[in-house]
């Protein structure tokens, strides 16, 4: 198996290219457009190339194809006032996992989900929130995941 590794400014193409396929795998009435990613790509590199930052993404470099990216994990750490149980109160938040469908079955999101979740634990991150679809559900309970009442709500500005 190929190693994981941090994603670098270089890699932000790729990057965007594996979010689209978690969107287009997750959400199927989402819009297909790629034209959102040329204005996200100057924000995108530049968290890359911030190795301290609240956010991060690890890679596995495609076996096949050089020049590609495999797979991908992305996540950020978010403070919220702690409380029982979380008094530091930093979260961490895994989004665009994400796995070239040629490339799936090896065992890549593992690795990189493995290492992102250390990444957390090394922030002081004492909960790790998620959402899966339901093909993804397994590796997550298999990593610990357990699903919550969500009483989320969303307002879009």
Request: proline residues 8%.
């Amino acid at each position: 198996m190929s190693a994981v590794r941090r994603a670098l400014p270089g890699d932000a193409e790729e990057v965007l290219r594996l979010r689209q396929v978690m969107i287009d795998s997750v959400f199927a009435s989402s819009d297909p457009s790629v034209a959102w990613q040329g204005e996200s790509l100057p924000t995108l590199r530049a968290k890359l190339g911030r190795p301290d930052g609240d956010f991060t993404a690890f890679v596995v470099d495609h076996p096949e194809r050089p020049g590609a990216l495999a797979c991908l994990v992305a996540g950020t750490i978010d403070y919220r006032i702690g409380k029982a149980g979380d008094p530091q109160g930093m979260v961490g938040f895994v989004f665009s996992v994400a796995t070239d469908p040629d490339a799936r079955r090896r065992g890549y999101a593992r690795a990189c989900m493995n290492t992102l979740l250390e990444w957390f634990r090394e922030r002081g991150a004492r909960r790790v929130q998620l959402t899966a679809s339901p093909e993804a559900e397994p590796l997550y309970v298999s990593l610990g995941f357990r699903p919550k009442p969500d009483p989320l709500l969303e307002l879009a500005l």
